[in-house]
């Protein structure tokens, strides 16, 4: 596609329920990342992918967070048994391998944990 | 590991004052530097970037310049409109590829008529 797309884009789940958000990047895009961004605050990094790979997954918050990615394409993020402190939004990001190429933002996935 | 660390916000300055925001990495070799921003209620975009030492990446009137011997990349803009408040991130890209990227807090800008 023309951008990074994430879906939902809105989520409103009840406290103990698992969601699933969907990222898919640029074709071509070889890095992945997932970050989470709370209301009014900075960028919050949760795991970057290299192909279907995750050499650094150090920014999950607990093991009730786990993503995976296919194909070197779609990833999930995975969230169980959600808590209140997870309502944020979820960025997803893709960039070929060159270090001189820039990073492309989806328009995040919006979960509210009720 | 790699790090960036930005000026901590908010700033709050007036319609055509003198914008910066100060920017250091800490990485081996030599990074790649950008400057993303978001617009409230959008998502971040690329602002401007520089891939090399002494260079200089420019938009919107915009400007940041590679500096190796500080490891800077400080964002300046002469006279910063309403329309530039935004929260701003410093980042870099090592200069291996597959390299994971590291990005700053974010500074949040607010320009006031």
């Known amino acids: 596609g023309a951008g990074v797309s994430q879906s939902p884009s809105n989520k409103v789940t009840e406290k103990g329920k698992d969601v699933e958000l969907r990222c898919d990047p640029i074709s071509g895009h070889t890095a992945l990342y997932w970050y989470r961004q709370r209301l009014g605050q900075g960028l919050e990094f949760l795991i970057y992918?290299?192909?279907?790979?995750?050499?650094?997954k150090s920014g999950l918050p607990s093991d009730r967070f786990s993503a995976e990615r296919t194909g070197e394409s779609v990833s999930t993020l995975t969230i169980q048994r959600t808590q209140q402190e997870d309502s944020a939004v979820y960025l997803c990001?893709?960039?070929?391998?060159?270090?001189?190429?820039?990073?492309?933002f989806g328009e995040g996935s919006w979960l509210t944990v009720v | 590991g790699n790090s960036v660390t930005q000026m901590e916000g908010p700033v709050t300055l007036s319609e055509e004052a003198f914008l910066t925001i100060n920017c250091t990495y800490t990485?081996?070799?030599?990074?790649?530097l950008f400057w993303y921003v978001q617009y409230p209620g959008e998502g971040l975009q690329l602002l401007l970037k520089?891939?090399?030492?002494?260079d200089k990446g420019s938009n919107k009137g915009f400007e940041a310049t590679y500096r190796k011997e500080t490891t800077s990349f400080h964002l300046e803009k002469g006279s910063v409109q309403v329309s530039d408040s935004a929260v701003y991130f410093c980042?870099?890209?090592?200069?291996?590829?597959?390299?994971?990227?590291?990005f700053g807090d974010g500074t949040t800008l607010t320009v006031k008529p």
């Open positions: 980042a870099l890209t090592p200069n291996t590829n597959a390299g994971k990227s590291t």
């Open positions: 520089a891939t090399k030492a002494d």
């Open positions: 990001a893709s960039s070929s391998d060159r270090a001189t190429n820039t990073i492309y």
């Open positions: 990485a081996t070799g030599y990074p790649s």
């Open positions: 992918f290299q192909g279907n790979s995750a050499p650094d």
